[in-house]
Structure formats: C-alpha cells, structure tokens
C-alpha cells in the first residue's frame, strides 16, 4: 500500500538512506532539511529512479515550520501515514568544556524538533485513525560515553518521549523508536573540541552504512496494521 511519509534531516545519512528506500517501495516521500541543495539532490536522484517525492525546506526547530510541512502533506493528498523524525546533531564536548551553545543547539533540534514533529503529524493521525510514528534515536539513549553526556540525554529523551507516546495512544497509530549504533554519516563533522573529535574518530572505526537503519525503518512500516515494532537497536557487529 502506498503511504505519504514524512522525513525530516533527509538532506543526508540516515534521513537521506530512508527516503530513497522508501521511495524505491512505492511510497510517496515529502521530504524536509534546511540545506535546500542537498535536499533537491536527494529528490532529483529518487525522481531519476522513478520514485514519488516533494521538498520542504525546513527548520525542525520552528514549530510553525513543522506545523506547515505536515499539513501542506495532508492538505495536498488527503491524509499523512508516516513521519520519521530523524533531524539530529551530534556537536559531543566534555562538560567542562562549557560549549554552552552547542549543549542548547542539540537540545533545541533533537528534543524539540521531536515534538515539534509530533505535535504536527498527531492531529492528522487522530484524524484519519492511524498513522506510524518512527523515531531515530541512538544508542546513546541506552549508555553514556565521556563527552557525549548532553547528546545521550537528547536522546535518552527521544526515546522516553517516543515511549510514553505510545503509550498514551490508541493502538491505531503505531510508534516505533529506530536506536542507530555507529553509522556512516556526517554527524560527527559539527564537533568542535579537539578532544572529542579525536575520540570519535577512533569509536568510529567501524561503522555500518546509512541503509542499515533505512532497511530497519522499512520494515517497521511494512508490518500489518495490527503488528507495532517498538523499538530496534541496529549497530556494527563489532560494536560493544
């Protein structure tokens, strides 16, 4: 059956990965990222392989934004099934470091950029009596690593959020928390401090592609209507 789904951070990586899977699958794809160029690259590479998709420039830290991305989806085709939120940072620096800036910056689009995500695709699944929520969270939300202590919290965050959503819905909307371990991406290119840096790139010494957490998403929204995958964790084998 082909679904409209919502993507947010799908100018790269994972959000990137999920969109071209899911097209592939026959879903329509609304898309939205702040850089607008990666963005349009993405949806000209899905249109070339024959797929379904539109753009949103978006800023997941705007509620208004994300208000407007869900509805202009459902007032353009009539409903929306899916959203991923997926934007994320990863600025890690030890604490003491005192990077004030970059402690807010993920707090403002890793948390509220998740609610402001869900605030704006709720109404249209209570509306329509069913919709998937999907949550890209990490393995950080499962364990704490030296300099990575506001990313892990962001994310323990995300998944506390995602879990008390699906508890407080009725069984018609589906809610799904994606836990990436280490992924190729360009997350870690924000990191400033020196120190961090230095240990990412070690921590990052194997990693699995993007489409490994696109393959995983997939499949959560693949199931039956009366199957809800709640929570994956998908990492490198020799990730411990």
């Given at each position: 059956?082909?679904?409209?789904?919502?993507v947010t951070g799908a100018s790269s990586g994972i959000g990137q990965a999920t969109a071209v899977r899911l097209a592939r699958?026959?879903?329509h794809l609304v898309i939205g990222a702040r850089r607008e160029d990666r963005l349009a690259a993405v949806a000209e590479s899905i249109r070339n392989k024959g797929g379904s998709v539109e753009v949103h420039p978006l800023d997941v830290t705007d509620r208004a934004d994300v208000t407007r991305f869900a509805?202009?989806?459902a007032e353009r085709h009539g409903r929306v099934d899916v959203i991923v939120n997926n934007a994320g940072v990863m600025p890690l620096s030890r604490l003491d470091s005192l990077l004030v800036d970059e402690w807010e910056r993920m707090i403002d689009v890793n948390v509220r950029?998740?609610?402001h995500g869900i605030a704006a695709a709720l109404p249209h699944f209570q509306r329509q009596g069913g919709g998937h929520f999907v949550t890209?969270?990490?393995?950080?939300a499962h364990g704490v690593v030296p300099t990575a202590a506001v990313y892990c919290a962001t994310k323990y965050a995300a998944?506390?959020?995602?879990?008390?959503l699906r508890l407080e819905l009725d069984p018609s909307i589906r809610v799904t928390t994606i836990s990436p371990g280490v992924v190729e991406s360009e997350l870690a290119d924000t990191i400033t401090e020196p120190g961090a840096q230095e240990a990412m790139r070690a921590y990052r010494a194997d990693s699995i592609p993007?489409?490994?957490?696109?393959d995983a998403i997939a499949?959560?929204?693949g199931r039956p209507p009366e199957v809800d995958v709640n929570e994956m964790i998908i990492r490198p084998a020799r990730q411990r």
């Open positions: 059956m082909k679904k409209i789904v919502l699958e026959g879903h509805d202009t989806a950029g998740l609610l890209v969270a990490s393995i950080g998944w506390a959020i995602t879990e008390g993007p489409e490994a957490i696109a499949y959560a929204i």
